[in-house]
C-alpha cells in the first residue's frame, strides 16, 4: 500500500465513521463527569440506544425517528443513574456496573420480544442519509461522504463547547463539578444541575449507539456495541475533560481503528488480531506518555451531601 | 444504635432485600413482556435446584466466577477497582490452555505447573495495571478496560498459531488429561465405576453427568486464606491500610507503591486461578476463538459487589450468579422468556445494593423521628406543667 | 433571653433547634442582631455556631424556630432565599472555585448574560470593577483563585456578597488564615461597611478579635445559647469562662527549656511544590533535645514542603540530619525507624484510617515489628492490650471505642489516638502540625501539656502551626518562616504578636528591636542555665547572633510596620507581650524559682521512694 491522496481520504473517511458512535458517546461521557458524576455505564446506555434506534428504525422505516429515541432510551437510564448516584448518593462505579449489566440484558431481552427469538433485529433497510447523498461523490471522494452522525457529531461537540465556556449553564456545571458546596452557596441547585447532566450524558450515549446501528452497522446484534462506551470514557480523560479535547481524542482512536483496516487489506504480515490490538496499546502508550496524574474535576465521583455537617 | 438498625445494617440482610428487589423487577419486566411471573421464577428456581444433577452444574459453573469475585473482592478491600479482572482470566485460560497442552507428567506435577503458570501469567499481567497506577497515576479502570481487549485478541491469535490450533476446530488444542482436576475422570468411565454409581442415583446424576472438579474447593480455601491474610497478617494490615486511606498509610511508612502492585498481582493471580481450574476441570478443556467477552471476569465485579467484597460472601454470590446464568437457559426453554432476563435480574441486584446503604439511614431517620415526637410531647408536657411561668 | 421583634434588628433568630439524625446540634438558640452593628457569636468548636449560621444562610433548614430580617418573618429555605433577603456568608473554609477567575467566581450563579443562556464576561468583568471601587477592596479580576494570597481570597468572598447585594455580612473564622496585618486590613474593611450601613455577624472563638472588632456578643455551647453582652466591659476571661463554662487557662504553663545535643539539623534546604518551583528556599534550622521550636508563619511559606522533604514523602535538595544521620530522600518508614514521630495536620487524611478500628490505628507503625506482627501475623491479642492501655493513658472516650471505627470518634479523641501512638514511638523527634486544629479549648490545653511533657522527657519537639498563640506559648524557641526560609529566631518571650506578624509578612526587624530581642534571650537563656547547671548555655545562648547572621535584607516590605492606633486595643493577654527587660527578668526569675521548687520535691519524692525500696 503506498501513500498517496486516496489512501490519506480512505483513512480519513473510515476514522470519521469509527470515531462517530465514541464522539457521541465521549461528549455524553464528558458532561457528565465535568459535573461531578463518574458514568461509567455508558457502554450499557449506549447498547441500549443502539438497540431502541435499529427497532424503531426498522419498524417506523424512519431513522431519525429512531435515532431520536434512541437519545430518549439512554435519557431513561441516565435518569436512572443520576436518581442513583445523586439522591441516593450511591457509588457511582457500581452504579455504572450495573448500567452496563441491565443495558445489554435489556437490549437482547427485548430483541427477542419483538424479533423472534433473536439476539439480533432484522436488518434496517432505511439508515441515516450521506452527507452527499446517497449517488455520493466521484472516486475516492467518496470517502468523504460520511454519515450525517458524523456531522450531527460535530455539531453537537461544537455546541458544547459553546455550552461550556460560552454560557452561564457551562459556568454553573463546571463550578458544580469543582466545588459543588460553593455553587451550592450561590444559589445555584447542585441536584439539578447534575441530574440534566447525567440525563445528557445517557442521551448522548443512546445517540452514539444508534448512530453505530443506524449508519455504520445493518442490524443491532450482541456485538454492536463492544468497548466503544469504554474507549470513549478514557478519550475523555486523555482529552482532559474538555468536549474538544474527547472530540480529537476520539478521532485518534478512530484512526487507530482505521489503520488496522487499511493495514488488514494490504500485503502486511502481521495477523490481524494484533492490528486488532493497536486502539488499546495506543491508548496505554498514550497514557504512559501524556496523561499520567491527570486532573478530574475535583468533586468528581463525589457525592454531594447538603445536610452533612461541615 | 437501635436494634432495627443494627439489623438492617447487616450485609447479609442488605444482599436479601436487594436479591428480592432484583427478582420483582425481573419479575415486573416479564409480566410486561407477556411471560406469567411468578411461573417464569418458580422455572428458573427449579431448573436451578431442582435435581442433583442442577446442583452439581450450578457449582460447576459457578465457580470460574467465584475466582474472579475473589479477586475483585480481594482488590476492593484494598482500595482497587479490578475492572480488567476480565483480561486476567482470559490470559489465565489461555496459558493454562498452552502449558497443558504440551505436558505430559504425572498428574500433581502437571496440575501444578497448569496452576502456576496461569496464575502467574495473569498476575503479571494485573501486576501491570497495578504498576501504572502505582508510578504514573493511570487509573486502573482505563488501563484494565484496554487490557481486557488486548488479552482478547491475544487469545484470538493464540487460537489461530499452528502449532496451538486444533484443525477442524475454532479452538486450541485441549488439556492433556495429566492435567484434568475432575473428581475420578478416568474411574467413573469405567466399568466397575459406572457400575457403582449405579447404586447411587445421585452419584450417578452428579458425578456421572456433570464435570464433577476440585474447582470449588479450591475457591472455598481461597476464601479462607484470603479472609486470613487479609484480617490477621501483616501484609493484609498493609494492603488494607493503603485501600482505605493511602496517605495515613505513606504517613505511617507503609510503601504504598509496592502494595498497590502487589494487592493487583494476588488479585490477579485469583483470577489466573479460577482460568486454570476452568481448563483443566470442564470440558471442553480448552479456549475458542472469541467474538466478544465470555464476561466471567465482569461477572466477578458483580459477584463481589453482591458479596459487599466480603470473599467469604463471593462464594454464596457466585452460586447465586451461575446458579441464574444456568437457570436462565431452562427457562428460555421452558418457559421461553428469553435468557437475558437474567442479566436484567443481576444488573437490578447490583444496582440496589449500590443504594443499599440508604437502608439503615433510612431507618435511623425514622428512629429519629420517632424520639424526637417523644421529645416534643415530653416538652409539651413540661410546658403544661410550667405554663405559667414561660413569658 | 430573645428580644422582641422589632424592625431596629437586621436579623433575629427565636428558638432554633437543629439536629442530624438524632444528634441535636442546635437546641433552642436565639441571637438578635442590631443593624449596623458588629455582633459575634462565640463559641468553643462544634458548639453550633457555624451550624446556626448555615441556618441563617439557608444551607440547612432549622427544625423548629424562626428567623425575622428586619422585623419581617421570613422563611430561608435556600441560599438563594438567603441572598433575596440580603444576606451574604464567607465561609470558614472559602466557596472558591480555584481554577475559575475571580470575575467567574464573583459572578457565578447571576451572571450578566447577552441572550438568553449567553455569559456576558466584559460586563461581569466591568460589574466586578465598580464594587471593587465603590469598596475600596483590592482584588485582581482576572487572576485564578488558585494563584492569589489567602488575604484577597477573603475580598474575593466579601465581593461575592456585595455583588449580590448583600446587607447582612456573616463572617466564619474570618482571620483564621490571615496575617496580623491583614487582620487588621479586615478590621479596617469591617468598620468601612458598618459605616455604610451594613451589618456583621462574625463567628469566632478568638477573645481578642471579639474585643478588637465587635459591639456585641452572643454565646453558645454545646448548641445552646448561653447569653448576649455588649463587649464593652466584659473582660476575656468572663468570656472565656462564658463559652467552655468552666474557668479556663489561657496561658501555658511550663518551666523553661534544657536543650540538650542536636537532634534534628536541616541544611540549606530546598524542596520543590507541587508546581515544580521552589516551596523551601534555603532553609536552615536546628531542634535540639529537650526543646521545642515552633516555626511560626501563614500558611504556603513552606511549610507543608517543610514536613513532607522532612517525612520523606517529597524529595529535596540539602540535607536532612537526624542526630547525626542523613536521613533525607529516603523513605517515610525510614525517617520512622530512626526515631522520628509525626502528628501530622489532616488527621482525617494522614493520621488515622478512619475505616480501621481504634485498635488497628493504635498500631499503624507498630504492625510491623516483631512483637506486634511475629512472623508476618498480626498479633491481635497484643494489639488489643497495647491499644486499651493507649486508650486509658490517654483518656479517649468513650472507653469502649477500641473495636468501634476511628471515624466513629470525636476530633479530640482522635488526636488523642494520633498522639498516643506517635508518642509511644518513643521518638528523638517529635512532630507536631496543628495538633490542636478544630479542637475545643480543654483539648488543645491536653495537647499543649503533652507537648511539653515530651520535651521534658528530653525529645526534641517540632511544632508546626498557623495559630499565632499557640507557637508563642509553647515554644521555646519560635523561628518565623517566610517565602521557604527562616527569616529570623527568637527565643521565647522575646517577642510580641505584633512584631511576629510583621516577619511572618516578610518584614524585617529595626536594629533596636534586635538588641532587645537579644537581650531578652540572653536573661532567658541565662535563667535557664541557673536552673540547670548540667547544661552548658552555649547553644542557646548562639543562637539569636545566628539570627542576626542569616537576617536577610529584606527591606521593601516597610509600611506596615507602624501598628495602627485602633487596633493597639488589642490587650496583652499573655507573659511576654511588652517587651520591657525588667518585666521579662521578673517573669523568668519567677519561673525559675517554681521550676527550682519543683526539682526539690522530686528529689524528695525520689529520696522517699527509695527509701522505700530499701
Known sequence: MSINTDTVLLLLGITLMYSTPMVFAAQGSVISEVAGVVNIGIEGMMTIGAFTGAAVGYFSGNPWLGFVCAGLAGAVFGLFHAFASVTCKADQTVCGIAMNLIGPGLALFLSRVFFEGATQTHPVTNKIPKLFGNQGLEGSLNNLNVDMTTVLALILTIIMIWIFYGTTWGLHLRAVGEHPAAADTLGINVYKVRYICVIFSGLFAGLGGAAMTLAIVPQFMPTAISGQGFIAIAAVIFGKWTPHGGYLACLLFGFAQALTVALGGGSFAVPSEILAMLPYVLTIIILILFVGRASAPKANGVPYNKGSRV | MSLRKRFFSNPFVLTIIAIVLGFCVAGLILLAAGY????????????????????????????????????????????????????????????????????????????????????????????????????????????????????????????????FHKPGTIGMYPVNPCTYTMILPAWKRTEAGEAFMEQYPVLKE?????????????????????????????????????????????????????????????????????????????????????????????????VAFIAFSSPIGCLFAGLLFGGLLYGGAGLQSKVGAPTEIINIVIGVIVFFCALSYLIPRFVDRRDAARLSKKRKKQMQKEMKKGGSNVN | MAAEVSSKYAVQMHGITKRFGSFYALTDVNLDVERGTIHSILGENGAGKSTLMNVLYGLYQADEGDIYINGKKVNIKNPTAAIENGIGMVHQHFMLVENFTVTQNIVLGSEPTRGPIGLNMRKARQNVLDIVKKYGLDVEPDKLIRDISVGMQQRVEILKALYRGAEILILDEPTAVLTEQEIDELLGIMKNLVNDGKTIIIITHKLKEIQASSDTCTIIRRGKYIGTVPVKGVSEDDLATMMVGRAVQLVVD????????????????????????????????????????????????????????????????????????????????????????????????????????????????????????????????????????????????????GPKLAGGLSGGNQQKIIIGREIAQEPKLLIAIQPTRGLDVGAIENVHKMLIRERDKGVAVLLISFELDEVMNVSDRIAVIYDGHIQQIFPHGTVDNRTLGRVMAGGSLEEAELEQIRKAGDANTAAGAEAEPETSAGPAAEEPAEAEAEEPVASAAEEPTEPEPETSTVPAADGGVELQNTEQMKETLAQMQKSLAELQKQIENMQKALAGMQ
Open chain 3, 254 to 401: 511550663k518551666p523553661p527549656a534544657s536543650p540538650g545535643d542536636v537532634v534534628l539539623d536541616i541544611q540549606n534546604l530546598y524542596v520543590k511544590n507541587e508546581q515544580g518551583i521552589d516551596a523551601v528556599k534555603d532553609l536552615n534550622l536546628q531542634v535540639r533535645a529537650g526543646e521545642i521550636v515552633g516555626i511560626a508563619g501563614i500558611d504556603g511559606n513552606g511549610q507543608q514542603e517543610l514536613m513532607e522533604a522532612v517525612n520523606n514523602l517529597k524529595k529535596c535538595k540539602g540535607r536532612i540530619l537526624l542526630c547525626g544521620e542523613e536521613i533525607q530522600n529516603k523513605n517515610p518508614k525510614y525517617g520512622i525507624d530512626h526515631g522520628m514521630a509525626t502528628i501530622p495536620a489532616d488527621r482525617h487524611k494522614d493520621g488515622l484510617v478512619l475505616g480501621f478500628s481504634v485498635y488497628e490505628n493504635t498500631i499503624m507503625e507498630k504492625y510491623r515489628t516483631e512483637e506486634f506482627s511475629p512472623g508476618g501475623r498480626i498479633n491481635r491479642k497484643k494489639m488489643r492490650s497495647f491499644a486499651e492501655e493507649l486508650i486509658k493513658a490517654y483518656d479517649v472516650r468513650p472507653e469502649d471505642c
Open chain 2, 206 to 302: 452428579t458425578l456421572g453427568r456433570t464435570d464433577v472438579n476440585a474447582g470449588f474447593l479450591v475457591a472455598v480455601i481461597a476464601a479462607l486464606i484470603i479472609t486470613h491474610l487479609l484480617n490477621r497478617t501483616r501484609k493484609g494490615y498493609e494492603l488494607r491500610a493503603v485501600g482505605q486511606n493511602i496517605h495515613a498509610a505513606r504517613f505511617a511508612g507503609i510503601n504504598v507503591n509496592r502494595s498497590i502492585v502487589h494487592a493487583m498481582m494476588i488479585s490477579g493471580a485469583l483470577c489466573g486461578l479460577g482460568a486454570a481450574f476452568y481448563v483443566t476441570g470442564q470440558s471442553p478443556h480448552t479456549v475458542s476463538t472469541l467474538s466478544a467477552f465470555e464476561n466471567v471476569g465482569f461477572n466477578g465485579l458483580s
Open chain 2, 36 to 163: 406469567p411471573p411468578v411461573e417464569s421464577i418458580r422455572t428458573l428456581v427449579q431448573s436451578m435446584i431442582g435435581r442433583p444433577k442442577d446442583i452439581s452444574s450450578v457449582i460447576i459453573r459457578s465457580t470460574p466466577i467465584i475466582f474472579t469475585g475473589l479477586g475483585v473482592a480481594f482488590a476492593i478491600k484494598t482500595g482497587l477497582f479490578n475492572i480488567g479482572a476480565e483480561g486476567q482470566y482470559v490470559m489465565g485460560c489461555v496459558v493454562a490452555t498452552m502449558v497443558g497442552s504440551m505436558l505430559d507428567f504425572p498428574k500433581p506435577v502437571a496440575i501444578l505447573m497448569v496452576v502456576i503458570s496461569a496464575m502467574l501469567i495473569s498476575a503479571l499481567y494485573a501486576g501491570f495495571v497495578g504498576l501504572l497506577k502505582a508510578q504514573l497515576g493511570i487509573h486502573e479502570v482505563i488501563s484494565g478496560i484496554m487490557l481486557n481487549w488486548i488479552s482478547l485478541y491475544f487469545s484470538n491469535w493464540i487460537c489461530g498459531l499452528d502449532f
